[in-house]
């Protein structure tokens, strides 16, 4: 017989073998689940913190609005002069 299946028939023997009642709990045991619980959501913040992930972005934004405002608020098309230059290069004779 395979090492495997006697490992699987021996986990399933004990699987069938009825429980001999309930056990009480520890003394001490819900108290130190619930500080083991308490404990794990004070964790350190790593290197991808949501809360400095957040604020990044809105910096992001700012700065990224802050640049952009001379050229949306300028008294000309800003596109103009790129229009202008390329009206120039075509050519105007309309012969085939």
């Known amino acids: 017989m395979n090492p495997i299946d006697d490992q699987l028939n021996r986990l399933f023997r004990a699987a069938r073998k009825p429980e001999a009642g309930d056990f009480p709990v520890p003394f001490g045991l819900e108290t130190r689940a619930l500080a083991a619980w308490r404990g794990a959501g004070r964790r350190e ?5 949501m809360g400095v992930l957040a604020r990044g972005l809105v910096v992001a934004i700012v700065i990224m609005g802050a640049s952009l405002w001379p050229v949306l608020h300028q008294t000309t098309d800003p596109f103009s002069a790129y229009l ?3 009206d120039t290069t075509l050519a105007s004779d309309e012969t085939p």
């Not at 913040?45 to 913190?49: P, V």
């Open 45 to 49: 913040a790593g290197l991808f913190d």
């Open 84 to 86: 202008q230059d390329s």
